[in-house]
């Protein structure tokens, strides 16, 4: 009887019971392994495969973070530990995956918080005070936390960039005043980084509201209302912009403008290995952002005594001064050396847009949302 | 019995934890901030766009739609079954392989700029169609073409052809027997399929993220902007609770669309009003029909050959530079792991979330069909189960429930409610979000099976001496087999296709393939560019072989509708 109905009705099932019984299995083991894997990460930030008793540091930055493998090793040695770079996305989205997993960080030391998301990081409470004995060398005006939760490591200026070849081909004089832009000249031929989802982006949405103000009879809307009408594009991050659609870099795209900073002229030189004598593209001089960009170590970080040490690495000198040719911005350090190319090369703007935490904070989003539509909707 | 308990107490304890609760928080963030939003022209920008860019999709997908199920209904030629396979593979492929499949054709790199040159040479036209609502469009169609062609296809293979050629004994001209006798035959099932497109392309959030560009924002993208960038969970929760009531709204009337569908028709069995093409016109009608679906399913070989093409300029042809790139790490680049770790944890996570799901689905099929249930139950007791009719009805709801619910409203009801209390550092949220995301189509998948099994060979188990437990292990599992491999596979799918979930799960150090691909395509540089195109192959044929094992064996639930 038994035999019967298994011939009858499990017969035409049989063939398949074999794999599905077998994945049942693999999948077992896969969830297994998951699991360990789960149970190993609820101690604390990530702990990939390494010697043991070897102490680890976890630095969680933007996808611009760059640093040389001796200066890294350099750190790693002195206090035997080994670094893993954690890069999370854009300035903005690293810093927000930071406060939204702030009850169980996901690292020891946090960079890149530029001064426009100051405030949200002071806000959000994720940062340790740490007054690092290296601050004491540090200007004052570039400490925009009295309380050194977060500690300045480097500043830039954004500004735009003009293709030099491009302009002389057309007998175009570089653009003087952001202004100049919404001439019929310039028309088709600037690309800008959505606010949104780039730091260079929200820093020049800044300087153009620190130029044309709020109020008054020709407002940053009516600039970029004009700008839209001039068929500005917009791209998602700087290296989209920079690379792909900016004539002067090496991708060599179609538009001859591009929101950047005022020390990538100096990094075009350096990039070309010799082939270039003199920067090919130039910086519009008015209308540029200070940008400073600070680290801090994060509330209930696994190593908070080697994250403070890392502080200090990043302030120290070596450090420093490895940051212009990495990362292409100034180092805070007044007595870090130039490399060669900043000195010749590199323009400060005359006159950077600057506008308090504060303010930025209590009005960010509403900015970004009112450029958002007009100049996207 | 305890056996009985459990199999409610598992799906219940599980659905409250890991969908209820976090949709509760969804509800509670809104409600606390978020509304006021709304007032903003901003957002209700958004959701007039959703709106109309719905409409627009599912008419769109109809025009081309209704055709390819007329003549893949009515026709039998040569190349016809590749064809239905062509034309309904798409709905399984991850929205991020579709997005590196356009951008491989279209792109500023693509096959088709770099046949214009190769045509015209250095001074050919460009064409730029990437984030322009017309590319968000052309991949819905893409996507949604397989929902008409089964639903509506479904129906009228199987329409008796003798009504039509009544009408057109009667004198009726042909444009009139297609308006007044075929079209409202087959209204309900033309009804349901623009319903469940409008629903899908509604909810729309990969193709609008990858394709769109910055200009473009659904409700799920814009769901996504202020979790991840804006850092305003209310207004984002405010936003899920809109797209919520609006899937579920629809889910419900496609619900009753259904029911009220099934009309006493004089069906014919499938296939047997299909005949050749011999006039001209039906040929032609055959012909345009194949190039338009070979011309819309173009992304998916233009992706596996870009792949395999070398981008650097002066290096031509073949190559597999992008594939080896993949599993090396260079220093300074995007990711803390070579990308082909990606697949690995895709891999982990997908195998997770399957097993999450059947152990959660098996329980569930098992409530939801009362008589698999009564029998087990009976069978071995002899007594009544009270209240088990209620019981089913609620846990049948909250089942189907993730229908409504999309991965980015998951991932969000995760951050609100997990976030506090720091689980989400936690790999395992992710097959978690997967296997609910899952659950409908595993329990969908369970159902009929269990039903189908004669309840005398569990009495007779019984009558033998088996306990309850030895009567699932032993007869009902290997009568479900075929089932159970297929829910396993859906679920399967799903997770390694998913990208909404886990671009606001995953941890940076856990990237899935799906966010791997996304990242690198938005990038600059050939080989970012090789590596997302190399990366999306992979992606594609994993989820190509699922499938085809989904299609051999369960072949004829695929062609009814």
Not at chain 1, 265 to 282: C, H, I, N, R, Y
Not at chain 2, 541 to 561: H, K, M, Y
């Amino acid at each position: 009887m038994r035999t019967r109905w298994r011939r009858r009705f499990a017969g035409g099932a049989r063939r398949y019971v074999h794999t599905a019984w077998g994945i049942v299995v693999m999948v077992l083991a896969t969830m297994l392994l998951a699991a360990c894997g789960g149970a190993a990460q609820t101690g604390g930030p990530p702990t990939p495969a390494s010697a043991p008793g070897e102490r680890r540091l976890v630095v969680m930055t933007h996808d611009s973070f760059a640093v040389s493998e001796d200066v890294m090793a350099d750190f790693e040695r002195e206090q035997s530990v080994s670094v893993e770079v954690l890069p999370s996305g854009d300035a903005g989205s690293a810093l927000n995956k930071a406060i939204l997993s702030k009850d169980a960080p996901l690292a020891d030391v946090f960079f890149g918080v530029d001064n426009t998301f100051l405030s949200r990081a002071l806000n959000a409470e994720i940062f340790e005070p740490y007054q690092s004995p290296a601050l004491a060398a540090i200007p004052d005006d570039l400490k925009l936390d009295p309380s050194a939760r977060l500690v300045p490591i480097d500043f830039g200026y954004v500004t735009i960039n003009y293709d030099r070849a491009f302009l002389e081909a057309r007998n175009l004089a570089p653009p003087q005043q952001l202004a100049d832009l919404t001439g019929p000249a310039w028309k088709g031929l600037l690309v800008v980084e959505h606010p949104a989802t780039s730091s260079p982006g929200l820093a020049f949405l800044m300087a153009t509201i620190a130029t044309f103000g709020e109020d008054g009879s020709y407002t940053w809307r009516d600039f970029w209302r004009d700008l839209r009408a001039n068929d500005v594009l917009v791209a998602e991050g700087w290296n989209d912009a920079y690379y792909t659609h900016f004539s002067g870099s090496s991708g060599q795209g179609p538009r001859p403008l591009v929101v950047s900073y005022a020390t990538s002229p100096a990094a075009e030189v350096f990039f070309s290995e010799g082939k270039l004598e003199t920067p090919p593209t130039g910086n519009l001089m008015a209308g540029s952002f200070k940008q400073i960009e600070f680290a801090g170590v994060l509330k209930g970080a696994r190593e908070p005594e080697l994250a403070r040490r890392f502080i200090d690495f990043m302030l120290s000198r070596r450090f420093q001064e490895d940051i212009p040719l990495q990362m292409f911005v100034y180092p805070v350090l007044p007595d870090a050396a130039l490399p060669d190319v900043f000195v010749r090369f590199a323009q400060v703007p005359s006159d950077p847009a600057i506008i308090a935490p504060e303010r930025i904070e209590r009005n960010r989003e509403r900015w970004i949302e009112e450029w958002t539509q007009i100049v996207l909707r | 019995m305890r056996l009985r308990y459990a199999i409610y107490a598992v799906p219940v304890i599980f659905l409250t934890l890991f969908l209820l609760y976090p949709l509760a928080m969804i509800l509670r963030s809104g409600l606390a901030g978020g509304f006021p939003a709304f007032t903003d022209r901003f957002i209700l920008s958004v959701i007039w766009f959703t709106c109309w860019q719905a409409v627009l999709s599912t008419g769109l997908t109809l025009l081309a739609g209704l055709p390819a199920a007329y003549v893949l209904a009515r026709y039998r030629f040569p190349g016809r079954s590749a064809l239905y396979a062509l034309a309904t593979a798409p709905f399984v492929m991850p929205v991020v392989v579709v997005a590196a499949g356009f951008v491989a054709l279209l792109g500023r790199n693509g096959i088709v700029n770099d046949a214009l040159a190769g045509i015209f040479g250095a001074a050919a036209p460009q064409i730029d169609v990437l984030n322009t609502l017309g590319v968000v469009l052309l991949a819905h169609v893409f996507y949604n073409l397989s929902v008409v062609v089964r639903l509506v296809g479904g129906l009228w293979s199987v329409l008796d052809p003798r009504l039509e050629e009544a009408a057109a004994v009667l004198g009726a001209s042909r444009r009139a027997t297609l308006r007044r006798v075929t079209l409202p035959l087959l209204a309900p099932a033309i009804g349901a399929a623009a319903l469940l497109v409008f629903l899908f392309t509604f909810g729309s959030f990969g193709v609008v993220l990858l394709l769109g560009g910055p200009r473009l924002a659904t409700i799920e993208v814009e769901i996504y902007r202020q979790t991840a960038q804006a850092l305003r969970l209310d207004v984002a929760s405010a936003l899920a609770l809109v797209q919520l009531c609006a899937t579920l709204a629809a889910a419900a009337v496609y619900d009753r669309l259904q029911r009220r569908s099934t009309v006493a028709l004089r069906l014919r069995p499938a296939g047997a009003s299909a005949r050749p093409p011999e006039t001209c016109r039906a040929w032609l009608l055959v012909g345009g029909c194949m190039l338009l679906v070979l011309l819309l399913m173009a992304p998916l070989p233009a992706l596996a050959l870009r792949s395999l093409t070398s981008l650097t300029p002066g290096v031509e042809g073949m190559t597999l530079e992008y594939y080896r790139m993949l599993g090396e790490n260079r220093r300074g680049s995007l990711f803390f792991v070579p990308p082909l770790a990606a697949l690995a944890n895709s891999l982990l996570f997908a195998g997770a979330a399957t097993l999450l799901a059947l152990l959660v689905g098996i329980p569930a099929a098992y409530a939801l069909t009362g008589n698999a249930v009564r029998s087990v139950a009976i069978a071995h007791t002899r007594r009544r189960v009270s209240g088990r009719q209620i019981a089913r009805v609620i846990l049948g709801g909250i089942i189907i429930l993730p229908v409504g619910v999309s991965a980015i409203v998951l991932g969000l009801g995760y951050i609100v409610a997990f976030g506090p209390p720091g689980w989400l550092r936690s790999p395992l949220l992710i097959p978690v979000a997967h296997a609910l995301l899952a659950l409908p189509l595993v329990v969908r998948s369970l159902t009929p099976a269990l039903q189908a099994i004669d309840p005398r060979i569990r009495e007779a188990a019984r009558v033998l001496g088996a306990g309850p437990a030895r009567i699932i292990m032993r007869v009902d599992l290997p009568l479900v087999a075929p089932a159970l491999l297929v829910a396993g596979l859906f679920a399967f799918t799903v997770s390694l296709g998913d990208f909404g979930a886990a671009l606001l799960l995953a941890r940076p150090e856990y990237p899935t393939i799906p966010v791997v691909i996304a990242r690198l395509l938005g990038q600059p540089g050939a080989a970012n560019y090789g590596q997302a195109l190399a990366l999306g192959t992979i992606l594609m044929g994993v989820t190509l072989a699922a499938f085809l094992v989904i299609e051999w064996v369960q072949p004829r639930s695929i062609s009814t509708p």
